[in-house]
């Protein structure tokens, strides 16, 4: 079934290796439209006013540090490492 377009899903599962109260309780992935992926992650919670919800969160699997702000829209001009050396040193 290699002609399936995952673009735009995800799913998440439980955690059934979870060890820790910080590790989430569901884990999964997805892919945007746009193509890239990103690992899920969501711990189930109650609200103060005793409503259950899930809290998420989403990270790039690429992880570069750099792809993944270039790829979120973020990023700067490249990193010069020139060590500029001259009468304004001194």
């Given at each position: 079934?290699?002609?399936?377009?995952?673009?735009?899903?995800?799913?998440?599962?439980?955690?059934?290796?979870?060890?820790?109260?910080?590790?989430?309780?569901?884990?999964?992935?997805?892919?945007?439209?746009?193509?890239?992926?990103?690992?899920?992650?969501?711990?189930?919670?109650?609200?103060?006013?005793g409503v259950k919800y899930?809290?998420?969160?989403?990270?790039?699997?690429?992880?570069?540090?750099?792809?993944?702000?270039?790829?979120?829209?973020?990023?700067?001009?490249?990193?010069?490492?020139?060590?500029?050396?001259?009468?304004?040193?001194?």
């Amino acid at each position: 079934m290699s002609d399936y377009d995952n673009r735009g899903r995800g799913a998440l599962f439980r955690n059934n290796e979870k060890t820790e109260e910080a590790h989430p309780d569901y884990r999964g992935n997805m892919t945007t439209d746009d193509g890239p992926e990103y690992w899920l992650s969501a711990w189930l919670k109650t609200s103060k006013a005793g409503v259950k919800y899930m809290a998420l969160r989403i990270k790039p699997k690429n992880t570069n540090a750099a792809q993944s702000k270039k790829a979120a829209g973020g990023g700067s001009a490249p990193f010069d490492d020139a060590i500029p050396f001259g009468a304004e040193f001194r």
